[in-house]
């Protein structure tokens, strides 16, 4: 079954400090994997999409890994703000593109207090 | 250039009513994707229309449906409410044949079912 598993649930960070968010996969076949940032109540906006290929990539301040052997990916948020508090939502695509699917993990709900 | 929109924004209908929500995609885009959003969980896929057709659907029952109209825009309909439908429903616009497959989420619709 493919399943996208995130950590921690949630976060509380001061402004200007640096965290990590965990997303752990099981979708197979793998086709690219996304980052979103969603605002209470909003839609998700995407923040990163690394494909099988790619290790690292970056956003402004958002940076995603991906390790395609470990089916791991993180996102470091650096020098936060009060702005980024959101729910960060990590999705997997798989499948064959034109028939894929998209699993979401349930997200990260992340406060930065100042 | 407009990106996805969602009509309504809000909506509270009761138990055993239908009801209809409307979405248009990003310019330029084909592929119209629904998913379902409860309080505290990440989006779950309803269903996807591409071409006017129902392409590929996730395990919702028949009270959900929708449509897709030549213009691309899109409708999903759900027929006997239950109070377990009020969730937020969010519509994301593609290209069939776009790299990576990346989607666009719309604002969302929030449903209370009462």
């Known amino acids: 079954k493919n399943q996208v598993e995130q950590s921690p649930q949630s976060l509380i960070i001061l402004e200007g400090k640096n965290c990590t968010l965990q997303?752990?996969?099981?979708?197979?076949?793998?086709?690219?994997l996304r980052w979103y940032k969603q605002d209470t109540g909003r839609g998700p906006v995407s923040l990163t999409i690394?494909?099988?290929?790619?290790n690292t990539k970056s956003n402004g301040r958002y940076t995603a890994t991906l390790d395609a052997d470990t089916k791991q990916s993180s996102l470091h948020i650096t020098a936060s703000q009060l702005s980024d508090s959101a729910s960060y939502i990590c999705?997997?695509?798989?499948?064959?593109?034109?028939?894929?699917?998209?699993?979401f993990g349930k997200g990260t709900m992340l406060l930065v207090s100042p | 250039d407009a990106g996805v929109t969602q009509s309504p924004t809000h909506l509270i209908k009761t138990r055993g009513q239908q009801v209809t929500l409307r979405c248009s995609p990003k310019?330029?885009?084909?592929?119209v994707s629904w998913y379902q959003q409860a309080l505290g969980q990440g989006p779950q896929f309803i269903f996807q229309y591409y071409e006017e057709e129902e392409r590929q659907r996730g395990n919702f029952p028949d009270r959900f449906s929708g449509h897709q109209f030549p213009n691309y825009s899109s409708e999903l309909n759900v027929n006997a409410l239950l109070l377990g439908d009020s969730a937020l429903y969010l519509c994301?616009?593609?290209?069939?044949?776009?790299?990576?497959?990346?989607?666009?989420f719309g604002p969302g619709t929030r449903l209370t079912v009462t």
């Open positions: 310019s330029g885009h084909d592929t």
């Open positions: 690394m494909t099988f290929s790619e």
């Open positions: 999705v997997v695509m798989g499948g064959i593109s034109g028939y894929s699917t998209l699993t």
């Open positions: 994301a616009s593609s290209l069939r044949q776009g790299v990576g497959y990346e989607q666009y």
């Open positions: 997303c752990n996969y099981t979708v197979s076949p793998f086709s690219n």
